[in-house]
């Protein structure tokens, strides 16, 4: 069993950057591959990053390649997510979900477990 909880989120403009954490518990963590989704309003929950449980590999959507960065501390449980030049685009509830595998995937399906995430808003 994983516990996830997120922080982090906020309101920014345009151009701005936040860092998102999130925090595992659970015997696991050290071998799961690690993953950020997101939700915007009206929108299904969609993929943004994922790590391996080592760290050595990584994936990005299309739309965030180049201005965020996904990284994780095994010693302190955390992963994280750097979001930089953030657009209004960017503007969803930001997830951490960890997988029972060690390999990263996009697929949501993929994760078992999941924070209750952390609000992004963006401005123009």
């Known amino acids: 069993q994983v516990q996830l909880v997120e922080s982090g989120g906020g309101l920014v403009q345009a151009g701005d950057s936040l860092r998102l954490s999130c925090v595992a518990s659970?015997?696991?963590?050290?071998?799961?591959?690690m993953a950020w989704f997101r939700r915007s309003p009206g929108k299904e929950r969609e993929f943004v990053s994922a790590?391996?449980?080592?760290?050595?590999?990584?994936y990005y959507t299309d739309s965030v390649k180049g201005r965020f960065t996904i990284t994780r501390d095994n010693a302190k449980s955390t992963l994280y997510l750097q979001m930089d030049s953030l657009k209004p685009e960017d503007k969803a509830v930001y997830y951490c979900?960890?997988?029972?595998?060690?390999?990263?995937?996009?697929?949501?399906?993929?994760?078992?477990?999941w924070g209750q995430g952390t609000q992004v808003t963006v401005s123009s």
């Open positions: 979900a960890a997988s029972q595998s060690s390999v990263p995937y996009s697929d949501r399906s993929r994760y078992r477990y």
């Open positions: 659970g015997r696991t963590y050290s071998r799961s591959a």
């Open positions: 790590i391996s449980w080592g760290g050595g590999t990584t």
